[in-house]
């Protein structure tokens, strides 16, 4: 395998999230700093961010908004983050609002935190139930905190969480 940081080879997304672990306000400064400085098309910087931290207000509408499997894990993350687009071209927003998400993964990755997305959740109740302004669309929601016990998880997702991890081959993303 070719080198790669190891801020990139031991990222990883774990459903299990130490559940009572706190996300600091240094480490979602961090998160958010490390998110704010990614690459965007025209320096449009079209990503906006809801944080939530567990068991308050926000963390609690984030969290209904999500499906029943995938609260079964996530009421364990120390914080809930929405990923949202401001309106425009939905590609390139899109596009960017990855490039800052994936920034700010690789910074948890350097605080010793992990982070999961979820892209399965009701987006209108979430934009109605935080009350985001028009034209500010929720694309993701990312669960962040420190690693818990994967023993906790209900079997099904315990064999996902202890399973080997997978990738393609680079020779299988390669066009022609």
């Not at 459903?15 to 961090?30: C, K, M, N, Q, V």
């Not at 320096?43 to 029943?68: C, H, M, Y």
């Not at 927003?93 to 992990?114: E, F, I, N, R």
């Not at 962040?144 to 393609?168: I, K, M």
């Amino acid at each position: 395998m070719a080198h790669l940081t190891p801020l990139l080879a031991f990222r990883w997304s774990p459903r299990a999230f130490h559940p009572t672990a706190e996300l600091t306000g240094d480490e979602a400064a961090s998160l958010l700093e490390a998110a704010r400085w990614a690459p965007s098309a025209g320096n449009a910087q079209p990503w906006r961010f809801a944080l939530g931290r567990r068991d308050d207000e926000t963390w609690k509408r984030i969290l209904v908004s999500l499906t029943g499997a995938d609260q079964r894990w996530a009421r364990h993350a120390a914080a809930l983050l929405v990923g949202a687009h401001v309106a425009g071209d939905p590609e390139r927003c899109a596009y960017d609002l990855g490039q800052s998400v994936a920034h700010l993964s690789v910074q948890a990755t350097a605080l010793g935190l992990h982070v999961r997305q979820i892209r399965d959740f009701d987006r209108a109740a979430l934009a109605a139930e935080l009350d985001l302004p028009t034209g500010v669309r929720p694309l993701v929601v990312a669960a962040v905190g420190p690693l818990g016990d994967p023993s906790a998880l209900p079997g099904d997702l315990l064999r996902r969480e202890t399973a080997l991890r997978r990738r393609h081959p680079v020779h299988a993303l390669l066009l022609g």
